[in-house]
């Protein structure tokens, strides 16, 4: 009798589970489900590099070997890369020169450049929206042609499952994957290119519209404020003020008063964002693996369940395979321009 009375309280409270109150998931999607899409920067911006990327098409240009909008994407890269050489540093340093063998011919970066004017345009008006406004999800991406831009699988049949290791947080904040930051930080890399080059040939005007646009980037990309989102906007942010401190220590000729004016504008409107860590979805992660990995009794109170404990040793690879339990981290970066 001592040891059924001590067994069913035992077995009543392993039979308890998790009680998932909070979808901080769409949470964190509630402002772009609010906005208007003329609000929206991310489509535009898709647009403009998508533009771009037909600028380095094989029969176009250069690299016959190219035949993937994800390998253009790369040549895209490497052509920013090449091109922001062209100003010099203001501590006299120069750049890492590309290798012989990835080097681009100079002709090909100025055929891009000169054609670049469509694309430029549909990037300066995406770096001018109040958001980025590209869905935060768990999964692929729902829109077909983010898909297609980005190289992402289509959805699966069905859903996935929710037992095993790493079930409990399968859809949660720390499954979320943003496919999409290497795009924008590669958007201001062109557009930063771009200025540095109009610096040298002495159009300041043209430079202070790309470097306004490279800091719009640097600030639409923060929102939702993901840790990995923040660092990319401060690298963007730093791309334009190394060309600020190279232009006005080496060619400040190419801007007239106006164009100073217009800059010092930019960088009197930055905010603390730009410079201080918003840790607060941190904290929802810690939260949501709280919620789906402890039961509840209904006063907060509660144990961490079998599968949390699984889970747990998934993420950090404590006595589990890492290469088949591991979670993708919740900021895993998977695409390219």
Aim: aromatic share 6%; net charge negative; charged share 25%.
């Amino acid at each position: 009798t001592g040891v059924q009375t001590c067994a069913l309280p035992i077995l009543l409270d392993w039979r308890q589970g998790p009680n998932v109150t909070t979808d901080f998931v769409a949470n964190l999607n509630a402002r772009i489900d609010a906005s208007k899409p003329e609000e929206r920067g991310w489509p535009r911006l898709r647009e403009g590099l998508t533009t771009w990327r037909g600028l380095v098409e094989p029969e176009s240009t250069f690299d016959a070997g190219i035949t993937d909008p994800i390998a253009r994407s790369r040549m895209l890269s490497r052509l920013s890369t090449q091109a922001q050489g062209i100003l010099p540093s203001w501590t006299g340093m120069a750049r890492t020169p590309a290798l012989d063998s990835e080097a681009i011919p100079e002709d090909a970066v100025d055929a891009f450049f000169d054609s670049m004017e469509p694309g430029r345009k549909l990037v300066l008006d995406a770096a001018g929206r109040p958001i980025l406004g590209f869905e935060i999800a768990t999964g692929t991406a729902s829109d077909p042609a983010d898909r297609l831009f980005l190289g992402l699988p289509d959805p699966l049949p069905t859903a996935s499952p929710t037992s095993g290791p790493n079930g409990p947080l399968l859809d949660s904040v720390i499954s979320i994957q943003l496919p999409f930051l290497n795009s924008v930080r590669a958007a201001a890399r062109v557009l930063d290119a771009d200025a540095r080059r109009a610096i040298v040939e002495g159009d300041g005007r043209r430079a202070v519209e790309d470097l306004g646009g490279v800091f719009g980037l640097g600030r639409l990309v923060r929102r939702p404020p993901f840790m990995i989102s923040q660092l990319v906007g401060f690298a963007i942010d730093s791309l334009a003020l190394s060309t600020i401190q190279d232009a006005l220590a080496v060619a400040p000729e190419a801007f007239t008063d106006e164009d100073l004016r217009v800059l010092l504008e930019v960088l009197e409107s930055m905010d603390d964002s730009s410079f201080v860590l918003d840790l607060s979805v941190e904290r929802l992660t810690f939260l949501d693996i709280a919620q789906r990995i402890y039961t509840d009794d209904g006063d907060g109170d509660g144990r961490i369940t079998f599968e949390g404990l699984a889970t747990i040793g998934g993420l950090t690879g404590v006595g589990t395979d890492r290469k088949s339990t591991r979670l993708n981290s919740s900021h895993t970066v998977i695409s390219y321009a």
